[in-house]
């Protein structure tokens, strides 16, 4: 009887914690599939589905979950409204409508990141700065985008405007740099156009520089509005280590590292080859990657603004003196696509360029094992996957994959 009170007891500690870790928005919001689901049976059900998707192409080692897997969201987006009876509101989307959920405390968002845009949301009714009205194409303030350094701490943070003049700019920044000094840069982005796109094209830093810097294995990165980068710093540590040691340099390879963003990962892993070809569509990632590898005093590598599938296809083409280079082939090609995953253009070029190693990184394990049966079939042995956990309380599984060429 004892016993039984006593496994009562527990279970009812269960329960109530459970309970306290249900978000309250989490049936209007629609972003965290998983919330008030305890966090072990969360990482079961994304290790069962990456054993669904790939397991039967490799081994598929246990998933990298966090000690602490609230507020690790250090980018936060805000979209900014009027609710019905007039008061400023500022959250998301509600799932699958442009109705606007208001949201004070996210708990998978940067913490101080939500009392930022809570704040902002109590100066514009003094700054009389009207939320811009989706339906007319009126008003001012669209979005608040803030990003934050995990380990340096720095705060950036950018206000989407409908048009380029923000009434009493100075007296603005003064205000809410009182309320939070912590705050290193101010950016002012421009967003005329009726589009569902967050940011606009034009953007001017109206306190600080206009970027953050924020350090990730050992290197330091700036980051600018546009800029992409892991939104959880902590888990990328783990998915960029678990993928440079997948690549298996010896300080003799050439790695191309495609989709390369702001050159994290080929930076990562530059020490430890010959030589790194970051190419990346996006120019403004480009010119903070060129930056970044300064910042980093790494000289054995070079960005390319291009496709990467159509820059990897010339290589294979012209192996003598393909993109200004002289040296012939490809190590290691690093992919990390969109979560559709590599088109067949891509994948063939990658088959073309023949690598004795890929490191493939994914954000959808359905797309991942698509894209690995076309490699798997066309000379490539896939070795092994590890998942690992960069979006707790949601449905989305990052996994590494280590993939080589047969008969090297």
């Known amino acids: 009887m004892k016993e039984q009170k006593e496994h009562q007891t527990i279970e009812k500690e269960k329960n109530k914690k459970n309970t306290a870790d249900f978000c309250p928005y989490a049936k209007k919001c629609g972003g965290c599939d998983y919330q008030g689901m305890p966090y072990e049976k969360q990482l079961k059900k994304k290790q069962d589905f990456v054993r669904k998707n790939v397991g039967d192409l490799c081994k598929v080692h246990p998933i990298i979950g966090m000690d602490n897997p609230f507020h690790y969201r250090n980018k936060v987006h805000a979209v900014f409204d009027i609710a019905k009876g007039g008061t400023i509101i500022s959250g998301v989307y509600r799932a699958g409508t ?31 700065i009207k939320t811009y009205d989706e339906d007319t194409g009126y008003g001012l303030l669209r979005h608040v985008l803030i990003r934050r350094g995990f380990s340096s701490g720095e705060i950036m943070v950018v206000l989407v405007l409908g048009s380029p003049i923000l009434p009493s700019k100075n007296n603005f920044v003064k205000a809410l740099r009182k309320l939070h000094p912590e705050i290193t840069t101010i950016v002012i982005n421009i967003n005329e156009k009726r589009t569902s796109m967050v940011l606009g094209e034009r953007e ?107 820059f990897m296809t010339g290589m294979a083409k012209e192996p003598g003196e393909r993109n200004g280079s002289n040296a012939a082939g490809a190590d290691v090609v690093f992919m990390d696509p969109p979560r559709a995953g590599s088109d067949e253009a891509f994948l063939s070029s990658v088959v073309k360029l023949a690598p004795k190693k890929v490191v493939y990184i994914s954000c959808n394990p359905e797309t991942l094992a698509r894209d690995l049966r076309y490699l798997a079939k066309r000379g490539y042995e896939v ?17 590494v994959v280590g993939i080589q060429r047969k008969h090297i």
């Open 204 to 310: 001017t830093a109206i306190y600080g520089k206009g970027y953050i810097e924020d350090t990730l294995c050992g290197c330091t990165f700036r980051i600018s509005p546009k800029s992409f980068y892991q939104v959880n710093p902590v888990q990328t540590e783990a998915l960029y280590r678990t993928a440079v040691a997948y690549a298996g340099l010896t300080g003799k390879e050439r790695i191309v590292d495609a989709y390369c963003g702001i050159g994290t990962l080929g930076i990562i892993a530059a020490p430890y080859a010959k030589e790194v070809l970051g190419v990346e569509l996006n120019k403004d990632a480009v010119r903070d990657a060129v930056i970044n590898a300064k910042r980093n005093n790494i000289k054995n590598i070079r960005f390319y603004q291009a496709d990467a599938g159509m």
């Open 98 to 128: 442009h109705e606007v959920v208001n949201i004070d405390d996210c708990r998978i968002e940067d913490e101080k990141a939500d009392a930022i845009i809570r704040d902002i949301r109590g100066l514009l009714r003094s700054f009389k």
């Open 383 to 399: 070795k092994e996957c590890q998942p690992v956990d960069m979006f707790p309380f949601t449905g989305h599984t990052e996994c």
